[in-house]
């Protein structure tokens, strides 16, 4: 919501850039929505488009290889608390970044919700892909993240990729 100077809703302005939650293009005056809301703070896809191209509880017998790379930021928590959110917010974004930076060639680069950042990678190539993305988003940088990898097995709904994703980033694999 855009705020007037007197601090009303201005129902004549709308949010531009990163504030803005939808991807959208102008052709001919007209806009177009792009697929799914956009993470306002990081500008990944939310975690509805992760959901979209996991396909939910449906199996997955004839589906190309799949694999994800999950990362979150050590320490967010703390940085809120001492510093506040604004640098919190600084951190994800940075995250957020860094994971493009390291997962070019991803399919789809998505925020779970919190610090969670997610990396998939479809294709033959997709494990050796999750596994070197998780292994170098681990490098001491700043902000510090914490990673964990799995791949989708034949035969198995996408939904259980989440449970173990999570379960690799408790034991930290």
């Known amino acids: 919501m855009i705020l ?3 601090g009303h809703r201005d129902p004549s302005r709308r949010p531009q850039g990163p504030a803005c939650s939808r991807r959208r293009t102008v052709v ?12 306002p703070l990081t500008g990944l896809s939310g975690r509805d488009a992760l959901e979209s191209l996991l396909g939910g509880d449906e199996k997955t017998a004839a589906a190309p290889a799949i694999a994800c ?3 979150d930021v050590v320490g967010l928590k703390q940085t809120n608390t001492l510093d ?12 957020a970044q860094r994971l493009r930076s390291l997962a ?3 399919r789809l680069l998505s925020r779970l919700g919190g610090d969670e950042l997610v990396a ?5 190539t997709a494990a050796a892909r999750a596994a070197e993305t998780s292994a170098a988003a681990t490098a001491p940088e700043i902000p510090p993240l914490r990673s ?3 791949e989708l097995q034949e035969g198995e709904p996408p ?7 999570y379960a690799a980033a408790r034991r930290g694999d």
């Open 4 to 6: 007037s100077s007197a």
């Open 28 to 39: 001919h005056g007209c806009h177009h929505d792009h697929g799914p809301a956009l993470d």
């Open 69 to 71: 790379v999950l990362v």
């Open 84 to 95: 506040g959110f604004t640098a919190g917010d600084a951190l994800l974004r940075q995250a």
């Open 104 to 106: 070019p060639d991803a």
């Open 120 to 124: 998939v990678f479809v294709g033959p």
């Open 148 to 150: 964990a990898w799995t």
């Open 159 to 165: 939904t259980d990729l989440f449970d173990r994703l």
